[in-house]
C-alpha cells in the first residue's frame, strides 16, 4: 500500500554525491520540489534528517516525508463531484459540462476545485487543488488533480515530455512513459480521410479575444483524428492530442472545415442539438507519479453528446 512519503535506495554506482544532485539528476525531482522539502526539514537519510549538501554514498535511504497541512485561497463548496479514479497520490473528476475548473474574476465560486477542496475536507484530507489538466467549461470529461507537490511535479513534467516544443520531449527516460489525453467530439461533415494530423500552430494574435487561431507565429500544435462513425452530414471522432494548446481541437477542427457542433465561438450555429460544444474527454492513459505503472482511466459519453448521436443517426 502507498504511504505518504517517497523513499530511495541509493545505487552501487553512487559515491559521495551530494543529496540536491543525487534527487535532481538521478531521480528526476524537480528542484523547487528539492529545495522546499529540504528547507522544511523532510529530507532524511538513514533517518537523520540531512540538508540538501549532505553527502551520499550506496545503500543510503533517503525519505522523503510528503505529509502537508496546506491551505488554499478557495472555498469549499458542496457539489456532486464524479471521481474516475483516486488514491492518495491524485484523483480524476470526470467533469460535468457548463462548470468552470478553477475560480476567476467572472467565475469566483461554482468551480470544480470549489467542489474538490469540500470533497478533501469531507474525507479529512489536508490536499490543496493542483490541476494537471484543465478543460474549457463547456467541454466534458476527464481532469487530473494531484493530491501533493511530489504527484504535481511528476505528472506535469511526464506530461509535458509528450509536448514536442517541451524540452522534456527529448528527455528519454520521460519519453518512454505513455501520456495520453483522448477525446470523443462531434464534428460538421465528412472528413476526407477516415484518419489524420493537423499540425498547424495555434496563437492568440488578438489579446483581447477568447479566440486563438491557426497563425504562423503561434505554438506548433499536432492533432490527430479516427473517424469512428459517419452521418449524413456530419462525423464521430476521436482525437487525440500530442500538444496542449488552449481550444486545440476546436481551433484545428474549424480551419479544415469540420468545427465541432454546438461550437458557437469557432462554429457558424449557436444551437444545433446541442446547447455546447461536443467535446468530451473520454479517456486518460498516465504514468501513475509513484510507481510508474500504466494507470487507464475512461468515462462515458454525458447524455447530450448521446443525444446529439441519436439525431444525427435518425438523419441518415
Known amino acids: 500500500m502507498l504511504d505518504n512519503k517517497l523513499t530511495y535506495v541509493v545505487g552501487a554506482n553512487i559515491k559521495d554525491e551530494k543529496l540536491r544532485d543525487y534527487l535532481k539528476y538521478t531521480e528526476n ?10 528547507l522544511t526539514g523532510k529530507i532524511r537519510v538513514n533517518n537523520n534528517v540531512a540538508k540538501l549538501n549532505h553527502r551520499i554514498s550506496s545503500d543510503d535511504v533517503i525519505d522523503i516525508d510528503m505529509k502537508t497541512d496546506e491551505h488554499q485561497n478557495i472555498e469549499p463548496e458542496k457539489m456532486e463531484i464524479d471521481v474516475a479514479y483516486e488514491d492518495i497520490d491524485l484523483i480524476i473528476i470526470n467533469k460535468r459540462p457548463g462548470i468552470v475548473v478553477h475560480p476567476t474574476h467572472g467565475y469566483p465560486s461554482g468551480t470544480l476545485a470549489n467542489g474538490v477542496l469540500y470533497y478533501f475536507k469531507e474525507k479529512n484530507e489536508k490536499c490543496i487543488v493542483r490541476l494537471v489538466s484543465r478543460l474549457d467549461m463547456d467541454t466534458s470529461g476527464l481532469i487530473i488533480i494531484a493530491k501533493n507537490q ?4 511528476a ?3 511526464d506530461m509535458q515530455s509528450k509536448d514536442v516544443s517541451s524540452k522534456e520531449s527529448n528527455d528519454k527516460d520521460l519519453n518512454n512513459k505513455i501520456f495520453e489525453k ?9 472528413m476526407e480521410n477516415k ?29 490527430h483524428y479516427e473517424v469512428i462513425k459517419s452521418f449524413k452530414n456530419a462525423d464521430l471522432l476521436k482525437v487525440t492530442l500530442e500538444t496542449g494548446r ?8 474549424s480551419h479544415i472545415g469540420h468545427p465541432l457542433y454546438g461550437d458557437s465561438l469557432y462554429g457558424t450555429v449557436e444551437s444545433e442539438y446541442i446547447d455546447r460544444q461536443a467535446l ?28 446529439l448521436i441519436s439525431k444525427l443517426k435518425s438523419e441518415a
Open 29 to 38: 525531482l524537480s528542484g523547487r520540489f528539492i529545495k522546499s522539502s529540504g
Open 150 to 153: 511530489y504527484s504535481h511535479m
Open 155 to 157: 505528472l506535469a513534467r
Open 182 to 190: 483522448s477525446y470523443i467530439a462531434v464534428a460538421h461533415g465528412n
Open 195 to 223: 484518419s489524420g494530423t493537423i499540425d498547424l500552430p495555434i496563437g492568440n494574435p488578438n489579446q483581447d479575444s477568447a479566440r486563438r487561431e491557426v497563425c504562423d507565429e503561434g505554438q506548433r500544435s499536432i492533432t
Open 246 to 253: 488552449t481550444h486545440q481541437i476546436r481551433v484545428h477542427l
Open 280 to 307: 468530451h474527454a473520454y479517456k486518460l492513459i498516465i504514468p501513475h507519479p509513484r510507481t510508474g505503472e500504466q494507470l487507464t482511466v475512461e468515462s462515458n459519453l454525458p447524455e447530450d453528446i448521446n443525444n
